[in-house]
């Protein structure tokens, strides 16, 4: 089975913070995503990555940045915490191939931030 | 670009009844992928059904079955003899066949109770 974990599940930060949200999978997929779940929006995709230091801009990369350095890790930074990023935050991967395009991404349990 | 739609954000169903909750899309694409995700209050992102959209036959997965009809953009999920562990938020999402690294779009959601 695959698995995504994400490094927290609740985490509370100050406004102004540098905040580091980390999530490792351990299928050795090519594709990471970040979204951020808000009720009644559903889910934003943040940034997505297809392969080591590569990085796509997703629906609302403002005030996000993220970095992949090693394939089964893909962090998201919000660089300076703002009140309006309080959020459910997902990680998810899933297989580069085109043979692939129908298999799932899999999910991460999801880290819940407050920013105070 | 795409877009998806689910414009029940709340349904509720009586315990072994049968329940329908609707999704439609927009796209110029021919061929892509559709897919039903299940998140209950664990938070844990689950797939419960796939479509190909080449593929004119409904899919279906034990009490899960889909509507799909591809000239109206519908893609609808139909829970049979509804169970209490069916409560969950559920996202219709698309996903294009143009290469493999192609996120996911998600509608925003409909959340499901279930009445004893």
């Known amino acids: 089975d695959v698995k995504v974990t994400q490094s927290s599940r609740y985490l509370v930060k100050r406004t102004g913070e540098k905040v580091f949200l980390e999530c490792v999978q351990d299928?050795?997929?090519?594709?990471m995503f970040w979204y951020r779940q808000d009720p009644g929006l559903g889910l934003r995709l943040i940034y997505f990555?297809?392969?080591?230091?590569?990085?796509e801009k997703g629906d609302i990369p403002e005030g996000y940045s993220v970095s992949r350095e090693k394939k089964e890790r893909f962090s998201l930074i919000l660089e300076s915490a703002s009140t309006n990023q309080t959020s459910m935050y997902l990680c998810?991967?899933?297989?580069?191939?085109?043979?692939?395009?129908?298999?799932?991404?899999?999910f991460g349990d999801g880290t819940r931030l407050s920013i105070l | 670009a795409q877009t998806v739609t689910q414009s029940q954000p709340e349904m509720s169903v009586q315990e072994a009844e049968t329940v329908t909750l609707s999704c439609t899309y927009d796209?110029?694409?021919?061929?892509?992928?559709l897919f039903w995700y299940k998140q209950p209050p664990s938070r844990q992102m689950i797939l419960v059904i796939r479509?190909?959209?080449?593929?004119?036959q409904n899919a279906t997965e034990n009490r899960f079955s889909v509507n799909f009809q591809k000239a109206a953009k519908s893609f609808s999920l139909k829970i049979s003899d509804s169970q209490l562990g069916d409560a969950a938020m559920y996202f219709c999402?698309?996903?294009?066949?143009?290469?493999?690294?192609?996120?996911?779009?998600f509608g925003k959601g409909t959340r499901l109770s279930v009445i004893a």
């Open positions: 796209t110029s694409e021919s061929d892509y992928y």
């Open positions: 990555s297809y392969d080591v230091k590569m990085k």
């Open positions: 999402a698309y996903r294009r066949l143009n290469s493999g690294n192609t996120p996911l779009v």
């Open positions: 998810a991967s899933s297989l580069l191939a085109r043979t692939a395009l129908d298999q799932p991404q899999h």
């Open positions: 479509q190909e959209a080449y593929k004119q």
């Open positions: 299928m050795d997929h090519e594709n």
